[in-house]
């Protein structure tokens, strides 16, 4: 699809300051949360609210719904004194070329993060078993391009994140991204933040409202329609309503056929018919859309610069954080391409504080 009109911040700070960093601090109590061997899920609806079911199971989507429901209902609170985590679920055909990146940025806050992998379910897994990503693939169904499923398997990993009760934000990311800053800023950041993350704009050209289908009406009307990046960052509250919304999500899927994507145009649109005082109406994923064509900027090896990094990191326009302006606000970027690992390594230093 043609790119949002959305212009993204290029910017002017080498490093994160002390002052532009979120105002609170994390809990401090830790303990880690491991995937489980696999039994079916049927006999995992049994087991305590405070285990995990297992990643890789013979459930349906719908009993993986039924389960979030139970969950929500029953564990409402946090009696377990240990930190709340981030939920980091990686939407991706099969190989993670990038993960001995991810794989700095996460190394030495245990207990603070799960990670779930939604990829092609013909992959054939090689992970390695001492790997923080070893033993998070998901159950998971083959996605088309704008389709309806692309927002099943968004759905199916929130379901899957949400299943562990100490999961309280939830980032969908692709195998073309990267964290742009150290764990602890970027769990700061979600942890303490007010608003959900939802790229959502009301694109009157072509390639917004020019995809919407009157069909829609009288539940979605053109003023409802919205547009937005499909990579996201939200809350357990906003995760919960959106895994169990079945009005919104029935008329895009019997309407909402290309030129109409799916992946673009449901929870913008969604969300801001229903929950958009939870929602902050701009991602935390920077995407380059400068190039004209369906699909956005991917960066090689040799633009790999610190001057990139940081314009990226810090761009020259402000946000809004907490009712606060920052300069800070993109917290991961893609695409990058498997041949940037080597020298995104050389740069973890500025990115992670090494």
């Known amino acids: 699809p043609p790119p949002p009109p959305e212009s993204l911040s290029h910017g002017e700070t080498l490093s994160l300051s002390p002052s532009s960093q979120p105002p609170s601090s994390p809990p401090q109590d830790t303990r880690s949360s491991q995937p489980i061997s696999s039994p079916p899920i049927e006999s995992a609806m049994d087991v305590s609210v405070k285990e995990q079911i297992p990643m890789m199971h013979n459930g349906s989507d719908e009993d993986l719904v039924s389960r979030v429901m139970t969950i929500s209902i029953t564990n409402t609170t946090n009696a377990t004194n240990a930190p709340y985590k981030v939920a980091f679920m990686f939407l991706t055909p099969g190989p993670m070329p990038l993960l ?37 693939r998901i159950t998971s169904q083959p996605l088309y391009w704008g389709d309806i499923s ?148 991917k960066f090689g090896p040799v633009e790999i610069t610190e001057e990139l990094l940081n314009s990226i990191r810090f761009g020259s326009t402000e946000c809004v954080y907490n009712n606060s302006t920052t300069p800070m606000c993109m917290l991961f970027a893609r695409k990058f391409t498997p041949a940037t690992l080597k020298p995104l390594l050389t740069f973890a230093s500025l990115l992670f504080g090494f």
């Open 100 to 136: 001995p990146l991810w794989e700095l940025f996460f190394k030495g806050h245990k207990g603070l993060f799960s990670i779930y992998i939604h990829p092609h379910p013909d992959y054939n897994d090689t992970i390695p078993q001492d790997s923080v990503f070893y033993g998070t």
């Open 150 to 297: 692309m927002v099943d398997a968004e759905r199916r990993l929130l379901a899957n994140a949400l299943l562990d009760p100490l999961n309280q934000r939830f980032v969908l990311l692709s195998e073309s991204c990267i964290p742009l800053f150290h764990f602890t800023t970027t769990y700061n950041y979600l942890i303490n933040s007010n608003l959900s993350y939802i790229s959502s704009f009301d694109d009157k050209r072509k390639s917004g409202r020019g995809r919407y289908n009157p069909q829609m009406s009288p539940n979605i009307t053109i003023q409802d329609w919205r547009k937005g990046s499909q990579w996201f960052e939200i809350n357990r509250d906003l995760a919960v309503r959106i895994v169990v919304e079945q009005k919104y999500y029935s008329i895009f899927k019997e309407f909402c056929r290309p030129p109409c994507y799916n992946d673009e145009h449901y929870l913008p649109t969604m969300v801001n018919i229903l929950y958009g005082e939870m929602n902050s109406n701009r991602t935390v994923t920077h995407v380059d859309w400068s190039i004209v064509g369906p699909h956005p900027r």
